[in-house]
């Protein structure tokens, strides 16, 4: 007996790695090769390719297919029906199935629903994809990221929360969480955690709605 959940109608391929506490819904389709780390959810109608890898704790929304040359740090949410492409110039004349181009995405980023990664491109740990944007170039951590092309329009708190106005010592507290953050050079640091450290508990469940944080009305 697999120590995974696979519903009836998905396929998984034998060759293929899947993790403890994975869960693959309805329709998906894991391909020989793929490695898929523990405690994942894909919901319907996902394919995943030979040779991708994720890692532990990745959520994978409805319609969502990840190629070769994929691979997905711990932690990713890729929202329903975002594309991450494998070859830059495609021509369905021209072979080039042993040319696929790499794509990585860091632990923790989210990716919109509807949103398209172009391949070749490196999304930094914890960085948010709005949905709908195409991205072309590689991504800073904790980067906030809109439109086609995508472009940068803030920062991200790891907890999902837009980070505003800094004090006076420069610092970017989450509303959520309280944690702080301080811009170095072009790049974004958290202060008080260790970013490739698991969440603390009592942090790992919202208790508030995006819209009370973003209005100032949250205590």
């Given at each position: ?13 034998e ?6 506490g ?48 994929a ?102 507290t989450?509303?959520?969480?309280g ?41």
């Amino acid at each position: 007996m697999s120590d995974y959940f696979k519903h009836e109608s998905a396929y998984v391929a034998e060759g293929a790695e899947i993790g403890a506490g994975t869960k693959i819904w309805h329709f998906s389709h894991v391909m020989k090769g793929a490695r898929i780390g523990k405690r994942c959810v894909l919901g319907q109608n996902v394919n995943v390719d030979g040779g991708v890898t994720l890692g532990d704790n990745v959520k994978v929304q409805n319609n969502v297919s990840i190629y070769t040359g994929a691979t997905i740090e711990d932690d990713v949410f890729l929202g329903p029906s975002c594309v991450l492409t494998n070859v830059t110039n495609p021509r369905s004349q021209v072979n080039r199935h042993c040319l696929y181009e790499k794509t990585l995405i860091r632990r923790g980023a989210t990716i919109g629903a509807n949103a398209t990664i172009v391949c070749g491109t490196v999304l930094g740990r914890y960085c948010f994809i709005a949905a709908g944007s195409v991205v072309t170039k590689d991504v800073p951590d904790y980067a906030l990221m809109m439109g086609n092309p995508a472009r940068q329009e803030g920062w991200m708190s790891r907890h999902g929360q837009r980070l505003r106005k800094p004090a006076a010592d420069g610092t970017l507290t989450c509303p959520e969480t309280g944690l702080r953050y301080r811009v170095e050079g072009a790049r974004l640091r958290c202060l008080d955690l260790d970013e490739d450290s698991p969440l603390p508990e009592k942090w790992t469940k919202g208790s508030k709605f995006y819209d009370e944080f973003r209005d100032g009305t949250s205590g």
